[in-house]
Structures are given as C-alpha cells and as structure tokens.
C-alpha cells in the first residue's frame, strides 16, 4: 500500500506555505521601511541631539544610537537584518560625520551580523545580555576611532584623549542601548507577527 | 546564500573604507561622504528644527525667573532713574536761579551774596512774615543784612544763630524801610500794614501832601538808613490816596517778591552804600 498524499492536502500544504512565505515577505518590506526610518531617525539624533552630551558640566560626547540599534536588530531579529543596519548605518554616519575613512559600514555590519550570530548562543536573550553585548561593541568603535585618528595623523593618539573623550562614549552607549533595545523590540513585536 | 551575503556586504564594506582612505590620500575624500551626508541630511535638519521648536519652547519658562528678575532689576532702575530726574528738575530750578543772580550781581558788583534756603516760615494770612534760612553766623551773616531774591526785596536779617538765621519780611508790620519812587523821586517809607497784609501788600507812607506818585509806579529802597542799599526794587503803585490825619500821601504798593512762596534768597552780605540820584 503505496502512502500517497491526496491532492486536495497537497494544495492546501502548499497554500499555507505561499500565504506564510507572502506574509514574510510583507513583514520584511515593513521592516525594511520602519526599520530605515528608526535608524535614520536615530542617527539624527545622536548626531543632532546628542552629539555632545553634557551631564554635570562634564562633557560625555555621544552616544552610538546606530550602533546599537543595528546590533539590537541583529540581537531581535536575525543576523542578516543587524548586519544590513550595520553598514547601511555606519555608511550614513561616516558621510554624515565627515570621516576621512570610512570603517564603520564595514564594523557595523560585523557587529550587527555577530550579534545576531551569538545573540542566545553565549547568553540569554534579554536585556542584560545585550547591554553586554552593547559595552563589547562600543569599544569595538572606539577602538575603530583610535585607528581612524592614526590613519589620519600617522601616530598614537594621547592616552587622555581615549580616557576623556572616547572612554565617556562608552558609557553612554551603553546607557543608549537600554531605550534603543527597548524600541526595537517594540518594533519587531509590532512588525513580525509569524 | 547567508554566506554569501556575508561576504558581499563585508566587501562592501571593506571597499568603502579602502576607497575613501585611498581617496583621502588623493584628496578626493568627499565623494563617498557626500553620498552618506547627503542622504541624512534632511533627516539632521528635520531634528535640528524639532530640536530649536523644543529648545525655544523650554526657554520661555526657563526664563520666567530671568524675565522676573529683570523686571525687578528694571522696577529699580527705573525709581533710580526717577530720583534721578527730580534730583535734574531740582539742579535745573537751581541753575536758572543762579544763572538769575549772576545777572544780579553782574547789574551790581559791589555786592556780595550769599545764597540760602528757606527751612521754616511764619505766615500770616497766607504770606511770610518771617523766614528761617539755613545760613548764619558761620557763614558770616549778620543781623540787618538785606535779603533779596531776582524779583525784589524781601527782608532783613532780624536774628543769627551758629548755622540759621531769621529774616523779618517787608510784609512784617514790625517792618520798615526807607523807599523812592525813581519816575517822580517822590521819598517814603514802607512798612507792612495789618490792613493791606491780608492781600500779601505794603504801604508806602509819608509821602508828601502833592507827592507825584501814580498807579503802577516803581517802587524801590532809596538807601536811606543804614539797611538796604538804593535801588532794590520793592513792588508797583497799586493805587494812591491822601491821608487826612497825617495829610500826607500813601501808595499801596503790591510787592515784586511772591511771598507765598519763597524758597530761595540772597543775603546781602557787603555794598557799597549809596542813596542815588533819584533820592531826594
């Protein structure tokens, strides 16, 4: 007795497949939008609002809103997505910051691809584990700021200069990834219902 | 298929940091930036106008307590100010006053003045009788010194004290002085009178029978005694008429001085004493 599966299954099998393959594609086009938006927004903000954060008179610098939100997207969503924030992110900010080399689409796209690579793996999925994840990449970017300042002027940067100036970003990415992570998962919660 | 996303987009992304270096050195850095700017850039002026709408609107009520404040710093600047202008009005009363007594004194350079306030006055139905200045005899005034003002006589010193002084006006009926009419050279005296004193007048008496005095006339101090110098106008002829009793003839004369307010005189500290030429 041969176990054949009768046509009527088979088409609705394939119905069902088509309608959940349609409606991911539909949630990754309102990704791809909401998602753009959100990280154009973000990245007016930190470069607008919060381009030099002073708390007590100290100055802070400013926060890595789209480094975190293409790891937070990574983190949420999947590597492929955290990634493409990542460069398309770090792109923008070079442009918009004027740097004379752009390394942060190609650090970006790293840490939003590895973030969704290892996010779950090494820790659990919350928030916690993230904001570790975020402390890991704003070192990462301020060690890329540390190689665009030799790139630029051929020597080591003063050790003040990192503890002063870039050591506070740091902290304040950091700080940023809470609200940041916090909107993305709104997001994506909002967006991808399958 | 992901890894082959992983490395289109990680040769992208090492292509743009390898071109815009390149670039940089070759100093054609702005193509890649200007793309990325470019694409942010209305985004950046969109939060750069939401952010001065927020900015602008914070500080209006931050600076309510500002705006109070200047309002109080202002409210004060302002009674300042005012104080300032009353203390101007007063300096310029002064100045005009000054400025008419150096006339005074230019007409007659033989005398010497002495300024002073009025701080105290006896007044009798309405006009001064007597005055209290601030000048005495530190300041070298003396009793029977004449007291002036640019309209005319006032007085004489009748009293000195270290630092005041009173002067008996020609109002007083205490009063007497030894006057001319220059027009006519017709010599009296005039002395303040209970009758006349109501309509802050004088009269001026003895008179001859025929004496010429007419309505309006000049009356001045004709220097006779030991008082006033001649000359310092006293009042005008308001009318005349003959005393029966005494067959003489009286003038009421209504004074150049405002009596019924005095704030400002001269003392007439030195002169040179003459009768003049119109004196009989």
New interface residues.
Partial sequence: MTNKTPASRVNKTSYAHGRISSARSRERLSLLLWGSLTLLFLLAAETVWLDDVKLFGASFGSPGLGLCFAMALGYTVDREVGGAAGLIGGFLLDGALGESMMLRPLLYFLLGWFCGVLGGRLLAHNLPSFIVFSAVGAVTDLCRAVVCVIFASGSLPPFSWVWHSQAPCVLLTVAGAVPVYGLTVWLVKKIVKT | M?HK??IV??C???C??L???VF?VMGW?DL??????????P??W???QI?RGFSGFGRYFADVRGMQDEIESLRAENESLRADLIDAELIRQEDRWLYAYLSMKEEHDDWQLCAASVTATVWSDGYATELTLNKGRSAGIQTGMPVVTTEGLVGVVCETGLAYCKVRTILDTDHAAGACLPRSGEAGMIEGSFTELHDGKLVLRYLDAEADAQTGDVCVTSGRGTVYPYGIPAGTVESVSANAYTRTTEAVIVPFCDFSDLDQVMILTAYEHTTGEGGP
């Fill in positions: 992901k996303f992983f987009c990680v992208i992304g090492l743009a940091a071109f815009t270096g940089a850095g890649l930036r200007q793309v990325g700017g470019g694409i942010l850039y985004f950046q969109t939060a750069r952010g």
